[in-house]
């Protein structure tokens, strides 16, 4: 089993920047895949982003390809899987959850958040116009 805890959200203004981090403990962290999702008011949950054990596949959704990028450092005393936002629009805000998949996914499911078995709590990410 996993714990994971989100930090770095906030408010910015468009175009800003935020750099999310989820800290993960409990099991070895490079047993798991990781995933990025979001959460805006009245919508349902999407994929953001995810990132394979080590590092070497990486999905970015369409929509934040280029202004978003996933990352993660499997280092023991690290143990976190990093969310950088740029170029912010206001229709990023939402609660950004990280996720963690104990199987393995295939490359057609990591976008499914039935996919993963554990959950942070989130972190409010607002975007000002």
């Known amino acids: 089993q996993v714990q994971l805890v989100e930090s770095g959200g906030g408010l910015v203004q468009a175009g800003g920047s935020l750099r999310l981090s989820c800290a993960a403990s409990?099991?070895?962290?490079?047993?798991?895949?990781m995933g990025w999702f979001r959460q805006a008011p009245g919508k349902e949950r999407e994929f953001v982003a995810a990132?394979?054990?080590?590092?070497?596949?990486?999905?970015?959704a369409d929509y934040v390809k280029g202004r978003f990028t996933i990352s993660r450092d499997n280092a023991k005393a690290k143990a976190t899987v990093y969310l950088q936002l740029n170029s912010l629009k206001p229709e990023d805000t939402a609660v950004y959850y990280c996720?963690?998949?104990?199987?393995?996914?295939?490359?057609?499911?990591?976008?499914?958040?039935?996919?993963?078995?554990?959950w942070g709590q989130g972190t409010q990410v607002t975007v000002s116009s």
């Open positions: 996720a963690a998949a104990r199987t393995l996914v295939s490359s057609s499911r990591v976008v499914v958040s039935s996919a993963y078995d554990y």
């Open positions: 409990g099991q070895t962290f490079s047993s798991y895949l």
């Open positions: 990132i394979s054990r080590y590092g070497g596949n990486i999905y970015h």
